[in-house]
């Protein structure tokens, strides 16, 4: 390292060190001279530097209530447009009475379901398939026992 670089560097930084160290010790002194006005002006400006800071935290705090305001609202909308473009769901298993549709081969929800006794006593639930128009029936308990005047309730019967 060249030496003329380094001893201006030196010179440069030690300069104002020396200088701030002087006006501090000056500091002191006065300081000392005037004990009594001291606590009175070092607690006003602690108190000043003290709101500065309490109004930097307000400040970051009204920001993020913003920025969280907007997340929100932001949030809500994508989920209203992830809700506008996800497909339908596929039908699944039949939310209210459901029977066998024999035509479809699949598991239907019964449209006007009314409850009907089958010729061997059995309670049973008689509709119309929603998608092909065809007479379903269920003996199904659960379903039929949702439904009142269904009689399959009684343990004896099955
Ligand atoms: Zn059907």
Redesign the pocket.
């Known amino acids: 390292m060249p030496a003329s670089v380094s001893g201006r560097t030196v010179r440069s930084v030690a300069a104002p060190i020396r200088r701030e160290e002087a006006r501090v010790a000056e500091g002191k002194n006065n300081r000392r001279a005037s004990d009594a006005a001291r606590p009175a002006k070092e607690t006003g400006r602690q108190l000043r530097r003290l709101e500065r800071r309490l109004a930097a935290v307000r400040d970051t705090e009204a920001r993020r209530e913003r920025q969280l305001e907007k997340a929100r609202r932001r949030g809500v909308a994508l989920e209203a447009t992830i809700a506008a473009l996800r497909p339908a769901p596929e039908p699944g298993p039949p939310v209210g009475p459901a029977a066998y ?4 081969k ?1 598991r ?1 929800a019964i449209v006007d379901p009314e409850p009907i006794v089958l010729r061997n006593g059995r309670a049973a639930l008689a509709g119309t ?6 007479r ?1 029936v269920t003996t199904a308990r659960a379903t039929v026992g949702a439904v009142p005047d269904g009689r399959s309730g009684d343990p004896a019967e099955s």
């Open positions: 549709c024999l035509r479809e699949r239907v398939c929603p998608s092909c128009g065809a379903v």
